[in-house]
């Protein structure tokens, strides 16, 4: 079983900057994909940013230009640079990776809060 550990979520101003980290356990390059979604209350949890083997990143419209996705497949860890992030982006963050055992099978984190506020 993967086990996913994230970090650095919190209190962030609008226009400030938050960097959040995730390591997952398991054999060192077995992942197919990374990322990071976000739910917020009352919506449905959607994509935020993903790194996917092989070097691909993918954004949500809604980020690009201000957030940036980087991990490392060796080392199963993946960042999220979250900068002049705005009060839309407060919401639950959830780390992600793929790996295929038979079929490609998601395994997530247990979550960080990020609340943008003054």
């Known amino acids: 079983q993967v086990q996913l550990v994230e970090s650095g979520g919190g209190l962030v101003q609008p226009g400030g900057s938050l960097r959040l980290s995730c390591a997952a356990s398991?054999?060192?390059?077995?992942?197919?994909?990374m990322g990071w979604y976000r739910q917020a209350p009352g919506k449905q949890r959607e994509l935020v940013a993903s790194?996917?083997?092989?070097?691909?990143?993918n954004y949500a419209d809604s980020v690009k230009g201000r957030f940036t996705i980087s991990g490392d497949y060796a080392k199963n860890t993946v960042d999220l640079q979250m900068n002049s992030p705005k009060p839309e982006d407060t919401a639950v963050y959830y780390c992600?990776?793929?790996?295929?055992?038979?079929?490609?099978?998601?395994?997530w984190g247990q979550g960080t809060q990020v609340t943008v506020s003054l």
């Open positions: 790194y996917i083997r092989g070097g691909t990143t």
């Open positions: 398991g054999t060192p390059g077995s992942f197919m994909s």
């Open positions: 992600y990776v793929s790996q295929f055992v038979a079929i490609l099978t998601p395994y």
